[in-house]
């Protein structure tokens, strides 16, 4: 069974930053495409960042290009995501989800088989 768990999420203030973490437990997160997805109130969810498994390519959403950082944390069997210089429309729900083994990035949600329960960011002066 593959489960994750986001943490990271906070209150900061325009232009503040925040390192989203996404765990795993019991498999290998390398061996997988991670994706990280955000939900704003009354919005459908949409897709931030993915990197593909073992260090294959990363995407970002246009949104997010330049601010963000998707990386992998091997020794702690994680992935995270580094948000700089957020700005009150990065406010939402985000969730990080896994794909099929040994698969490459999606910014599509039907590529992800396990998602975790999600981490709130706020972003607000």
């Known amino acids: 069974q593959l489960q994750l768990v986001e943490s990271g999420g906070d209150l900061v203030q325009p232009g503040g930053s925040l390192r989203l973490s996404c765990a795993a437990s019991?498999?290998?997160?390398?061996?997988?495409?991670v994706g990280w997805f955000r939900q704003a109130p009354g919005k459908v969810r949409e897709g931030v960042s993915c990197?593909?498994?073992?260090?294959?390519?990363?995407q970002y959403a246009d949104s997010v290009k330049g601010r963000f950082t998707i990386f992998r944390d091997i020794a702690q069997n994680s992935v995270h995501l580094e948000m700089n210089s957020l700005k009150p429309e990065d406010t939402g729900r985000y969730y990080c989800?896994?794909?099929?083994?040994?698969?490459?990035?999606?910014?599509?949600?039907?590529?992800?088989?396990?998602w975790g329960q999600g981490t709130q960011v706020t972003v607000s002066s």
């Open positions: 019991g498999f290998t997160l390398d061996n997988y495409a």
């Open positions: 989800a896994v794909g099929a083994a040994f698969s490459a990035c999606s910014p599509l949600e039907s590529d992800y088989q396990a």
């Open positions: 990197i593909s498994f073992s260090g294959g390519p990363i």
